[in-house]
Every structure is written in C-alpha cells, then in structure tokens.
C-alpha cells in the first residue's frame, strides 16, 4: 500500500474526501500524515478523528522556507511516505521538498489552469465574468498552481452565482474528482 502525506492549511473537506474514499475503499493507499501550517485549522480536528498523525508547524518559527521543509522532509521520509497530497495548502513548495519528491507531489485547484492562479481563485473568476471555471489536478513544480495538468473539469457558472453557490459546486467536484484522480495515478504507476 502507497503512504500519501496531505498537506493542508484550512478546513480540510478535501481532506476529508480522500479519508472517507480510504475508508471505503475507493482509495487504495494509507494516509500516513496531515501536515498543517495553521495551528487553528480545522483540517487538525478531522486528523485527529481519523486517527491520523499530524505535523503542525509555525512557518516563522523557522529560519526560512528550506529549514521548516527540512523539518517536514525529516517527518515524511521517518514514516516512508511515498507521495504529497496538497489540499488547500497555502504555500509554494520549495526546492528542499521538490528535490526529494519532484513527480510526487499533485495538487487541487478551484480553476481551470492556467486560468486563475493563486490565492481566491472562484473569486478571481466571478469578477471576470466567465461563464465556465472548474476544478485542476495537477503535478507541482516551483511556480504558483503550475506544472503538467493532470486531470480537469469543467463546470457552467450561472448568471446568479454569488460566491457561496459556486464554491460549493466546485468543492462537489473536487471532493468526488481528486480521491478518483490519485487512485488512477497509482493503478498507472504515475505516483510510484
Ligand atoms: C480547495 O478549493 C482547493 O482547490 C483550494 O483550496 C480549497 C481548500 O478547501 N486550493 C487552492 O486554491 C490552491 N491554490 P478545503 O480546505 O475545504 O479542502
């Protein structure tokens, strides 16, 4: 069984799909760890309901990015963990994490890439007044939200949609699209 270590930094419901697609059965691999850069985050609580370990850092506290990723890498490489999970964490991954897991390491986006990078992306959508956003899946190099697109979908915005309605659309599908992309990622190999 593969070791994925999700890396998060708010609520977590995507944290959340991929426990319960583990739980049944739908995900074939064991989540070894949360790692969380907000101490109040509420993904921690869904951790600790599921029995998962955690490693919750405080980014300030350390030198800078290369010293608490050494820290985060001393975690993954202790439990043997295979791939990175990011969902909704709010950082870049820097260059101490992508030598170690480069090609191992995917990443959720509420847009269709490259549209709407960054922070707010639904946001970032709704004031530009597209008619249709959606949901990215993909590898993470060293920019922000870039790297080879995996897996998208598409998703109409009605002329009515405030910001609340849509980001509940887009995190329907995130929920039942990343736990379906990571397991294809592992029957291909792509993660191994
Ligand atoms: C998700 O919509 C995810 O796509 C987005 O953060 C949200 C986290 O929600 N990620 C990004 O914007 C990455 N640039 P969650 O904490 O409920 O899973």
């Known amino acids: ?13 995507n944290f959340q799909a991929i426990i319960d697609a583990v739980k049944e059965s739908k995900l074939h691999a064991e989540i070894s760890l949360l790692v969380c850069d907000k101490r109040e985050a509420f993904c921690i609580e869904r951790a600790g309901q599921a029995g998962i370990p955690q490693f919750v850092f405080t980014a300030k506290n ?9 820290a985060i890498l001393r975690e993954l490489e202790g439990l ?5 999970v990011l969902a909704g964490y709010m950082r870049l991954i820097g260059t101490t994490l992508l030598r170690s897991y480069e090609g191992r390491i995917v990443n959720i986006h509420p847009s ?3 549209a709407f990078p960054g922070k707010d ?3 970032q959508a709704l004031a ?3 008619k249709v956003s959606g949901v990215t899946v993909h590898f993470v190099d ?13 998703i109409e915005i009605d002329a009515s949609e405030t910001k609340e309605s849509l980001q509940a659309k887009i995190h ?12 294809n990622l592992l029957n291909a190999g792509g993660l191994s």
Do not use: N
């Open 1 to 13: 069984m593969k070791k994925i270590a999700v890396f998060a930094s708010g609520s977590g419901s």
């Open 62 to 70: 350390y030198a800078d990015k290369a010293d608490y990723e050494r």
């Open 80 to 84: 043997g963990v295979d791939f990175i």
């Open 112 to 114: 269709l890439l490259p």
């Open 121 to 123: 992306a639904i946001g």
């Open 128 to 130: 530009a007044k597209v």
């Open 142 to 154: 060293e920019g922000m939200d870039t790297g080879p697109i995996i897996a998208q979908k598409a």
């Open 172 to 183: 329907a599908i995130e929920h039942e699209l990343y736990p379906t992309v990571l397991q």
